[in-house]
C-alpha cells in the first residue's frame, strides 16, 4: 500500500540527498492568475467589457503586472519548498509552504512510472515523473525534471523497486528494451475512420446546431452547443491520432515500455506482474480486417490502452509477453440455449473460457470485447441471480480484481456457475504461488 | 485440496459448515420494522379519521399490510444469510429472491473491520466487514455477536497474515 500521508517529523538522515525541482517549473504556474482572468473574461463577455471600459490603460496594465508578479512569486516558492529524495525503499515527496506534506511512496509497491512531455515541455526540455501506486494524488508527481534527470530517475526508481542494492542501483542505467511492436500512422488514421465514435460524434457535431438554430434562432445557445460538440468530435478523431501517434511497445526487464504521442510524448513503464486484466476489443467495423486494439489495467494508472490497434494474431502474441504464460483461449463456450430468454439476442455475445492461467470472459454481440484475468490477481468471486435468472436457471460469475474492474461472466448454467466459484477460489489460490515476488529482480 | 462445494449446487463432495445469523439482527429488524410501521399506521388513521371522516382512517390498513409483508420479508432475508470459513476461503451466501454468493480467499484481506452503530450496539451486535484491493467486493456480515464478531476478526486478521499476498 503507499503509505503517502501527512508528517510532520521529517528526519532527514543525513544520507538522503533531497533535490529540487528543475528551475522551468515556476513558470508553469506563473500564468494561473492570467488564465484565471481570461477564463473569466471568456465565460460573461458582456460583463468583462463593461468592467474593461471603466479602468484607464495605465489601472489595466498596473493590475496585470501585480498579477503575474504575484504569479511568479507563488510559483516559485512552490518550487522552492518542494523537495523530493529517493531512499533505500521509498521515494519522499516534500511539498507545502503553510501547509507541510510529505508524500512516502513504497518503491516495492510501483505499479507503474510514466515520464510524460506535454509540447511546452518539449519545447523546453523538460519532462514529468509520475509515479502510480495504489492510492495515489495527482500531487504525488514530479513537474518538472530535466529529460536526463527524469530519465535517470525512472531507471533507478525501477532498479530499486526491481530490488537491486541501493549502491548499485545508480549504475545500473536504462534497462535495454526490445521493441514488441509500433503502429504506423496510415493503420492508426484508418483504424481511427472505421470506429463509430469518430464518426458518431462527427455527426452530432454537424445535426444538432442546425436543428437548434431552427428551433431557437439563437446565436448563443447554437454557438453553446456547437462549440462543445465540435470539441468532443476533434478530441474522438484528431486528439485521439495525434496522442496515440507513434505508438510503440518494448519489452525490458523492468517491465513493458509503451511510448506514444505527437506532441505530448508519453513514455509509461508498467513493471512485470502488475497487469491485473487485459481487454481485447474488436469493433464491428475492424472485424473484416481482423484487427483489435488490447486495454490494460493496473492499480492505480490511468492509462489503460496497450495497443491501439492491431492485428488479432500480432494482439495476442503481445499479451502472452503481458502475462506471462497465457495463451488467449480461441474457443469459448456461449450460454446455455434458454439465456435467449433472459438477454434475447446479445446472449449470443457472451461467452467464458478457464484455462490454467486465466479466466477470460466475452460480451458483445456488435463490438466485443474479451477481458482476461489471471488466476493470480483475482480478489474475490462472486456467484448472483436474480429472480428471473432463476427461473431460468442461470446465474453471472463476477472476478473482481485490484484494479477497481469486475469481470463478468454472464448467463451461465447454475451448476455451472456453483463450480465455478468453487474451482476459481481454489485456482486464484494456487495461481497466486507461482506469481512472481514485488521485487521482481530479488 | 478438499475444502468443500458452494451452496446452491446440488452437492457433490463435503459440504461447507455453514453459519447462520443470531436471532438478535431479526429481532432488531423486526422490532425496528413494527415501530415505524406501527407509528405510520397510527398516524395515517389519527389524522385521515380526525380530518376526512373515520372511513377514511381504513387507510391505515396499507402501513399495516406492509408491516405484515415485511415481516415475512425480513424472516426470509435473514434466514438466507450465512457464512462459512474454510480453510483458505470465507464464503458468504445472501439473498432470497437476489442470491448472492461471494468467496474471499484469506490472502486477498487487505482490511477486517466490526463496526456497531447505535442501535446495533443497543441490541449487542456488531457486524463485520472484509475489505480486499478491490472495491467491488461486498463482504459483509451483519448483526453478530459481538465475541462472535471478534472471534471472527481475530481469526480472520491471523489467516490473513500467513497467507498474505500482493495485488
Known amino acids: 500500500m503507499s503509505t503517502s500521508g501527512v508528517d510532520d517529523a521529517i528526519r532527514p538522515d543525513g544520507i538522503v540527498a533531497e533535490r ?28 468583462a467589457q463593461e468592467q474593461l471600459t471603466r479602468l484607464t490603460t495605465t489601472m489595466l496594465l498596473g493590475g496585470l503586472a501585480v498579477l503575474v508578479a504575484a504569479g511568479s512569486l507563488y510559483g ?48 523546453a526540455g523538460v519532462a514529468k515523473l509520475r509515479i502510480d501506486v495504489v492510492g495515489t494524488d495527482k500531487k504525488d508527481e514530479l513537474a518538472f525534471l530535466g529529460q536526463g534527470e527524469a530519465r535517470r530517475l525512472r531507471a533507478e526508481l525501477l532498479a530499486r523497486a526491481a530490488g537491486f542494492a ?55 445557445t447554437v454557438l453553446a452547443t456547437a462549440l462543445p460538440l465540435l470539441g468532443a468530435a476533434a478530441t474522438a478523431s484528431v486528439g485521439r491520432f495525434v496522442s496515440e501517434y507513434d505508438w510503440t511497445l518494448a519489452e525490458s526487464p523492468d517491465g513493458l515500455r509503451i511510448d506514444h504521442g505527437l506532441l505530448d510524448r508519453t513514455h509509461e513503464t508498467v513493471p512485470p506482474g502488475r ?161 512472481r515476488p514485488d521485487r521482481w529482480m530479488a | 485440496m478438499e475444502t468443500g462445494s458452494a451452496a446452491g449446487a446440488e452437492t457433490t463432495g463435503t459440504e461447507p459448515v455453514w453459519t447462520g ?60 444469510w450465512r457464512y462459512a470459513e474454510r480453510a483458505d476461503d470465507l464464503l458468504i451466501s445472501r439473498g432470497v429472491l437476489w442470491h448472492e454468493e461471494t468467496v474471499v480467499p484469506y490472502g486477498r484481506m487487505q482490511l477486517v473491520e466490526v463496526t456497531s452503530g447505535p442501535v446495533e450496539r443497543h441490541f449487542g451486535l456488531a457486524s463485520v466487514q472484509l475489505h480486499t484491493a478491490a472495491a467491488a467486493t461486498d463482504a459483509t456480515i451483519p448483526g453478530l455477536e459481538p465475541a462472535e464478531a471478534e472471534r471472527l476478526r481475530d481469526r480472520l486478521t491471523e489467516l490473513g497474515e500467513a497467507r498474505s499476498a500482493g495485488l
Open chain 1, 20 to 47: 529540487r525541482l528543475h528551475p522551468v517549473t515556476p513558470f508553469r504556474r506563473a500564468w494561473a492568475p492570467v488564465a484565471v482572468i481570461t477564463g473569466w473574461a471568456v465565460h460573461d463577455p458582456n460583463q
Open chain 1, 76 to 123: 516559485f516558492l512552490t518550487w522552492w519548498f518542494t523537495y523530493f529524495a529517493v531512499t533505500e525503499s521509498e521515494l519522499r515527496i516534500r511539498t507545502g509552504l503553510l501547509f507541510r506534506r510529505t508524500a512516502h511512496i513504497r518503491l516495492e509497491r510501483i505499479q507503474a512510472v510514466d515520464v510524460t512531455q506535454p509540447l511546452l515541455a518539449r519545447v
Open chain 1, 166 to 220: 541501493p549502491e548499485t542501483a545508480h549504475e545500473v542505467g536504462e534497462a535495454p528494451a526490445h521493441e514488441l511492436m509500433r503502429v504506423p500512422p496510415a493503420k492508426l488514421a484508418l483504424a481511427l475512420v472505421l470506429t463509430g465514435a469518430t464518426w458518431g460524434s462527427l455527426a452530432a457535431a454537424l445535426v444538432v446546431p442546425p436543428f437548434l438554430w431552427l428551433a431557437t434562432h439563437s446565436v448563443w
Open chain 1, 275 to 435: 497487469v491485473q486484466t487485459v481487454r481485447i476489443v474488436a469493433p464491428l467495423l475492424w472485424r473484416p480486417l481482423r484487427w483489435v486494439r488490447v486495454e490494460l489495467d493496473v492499480a492505480g494508472s490511468e492509462n489503460s490502452v496497450l495497443v491501439p490497434v492491431a492485428p488479432r494474431a500480432v494482439a495476442e502474441s503481445v499479451v502472452a509477453r503481458v502475462l506471462a504464460g497465457v495463451t488467449v483461449p480461441g474457443e469459448l463456450s456461449r450460454p446455455p440455449r434458454r439465456a435467449r430468454w433472459c438477454v434475447p439476442l446479445w446472449w449470443r455475445g457472451h461467452g467464458l473460457a478457464v484455462t490454467d492461467a486465466v479466466f477470460a470472459a466475452r460480451h458483445g454481440l456488435l463490438r466485443r470485447k474479451l477481458s482476461l484475468v489471471p488466476h493470480a490477481k483475482v480478489q474475490s468471486v462472486r456467484v448472483t441471480q436474480g429472480p428471473w435468472g432463476r427461473l431460468w436457471r442461470l446465474a453471472d460469475v463476477h472476478v473482481d480484481t485490484g484494479a477497481n474492474k469486475t469481470v463478468t461472466a454472464r448467463l451461465r448454467d447454475v451448476q455451472e456457475a456453483a463450480a465455478l466459484l468453487r474451482e476459481q477460489a481454489e485456482r486464484s489460490r494456487t495461481g497466486r504461488r507461482s506469481a
Open chain 2, 21 to 80: 445469523l443470531p436471532p438478535g439482527l431479526l429481532r432488531m429488524r423486526r422490532l425496528l420494522l413494527v415501530v415505524w410501521l406501527g407509528l405510520t399506521a397510527l398516524a395515517v388513521g389519527l389524522l385521515l379519521g380526525l380530518l376526512a371522516g373515520p372511513a377514511w382512517a381504513a387507510f391505515a390498513l396499507l402501513p399495516l399490510a406492509v408491516l405484515a409483508w415485511g415481516w415475512v420479508l425480513l424472516g426470509r432475508n435473514w434466514r438466507s
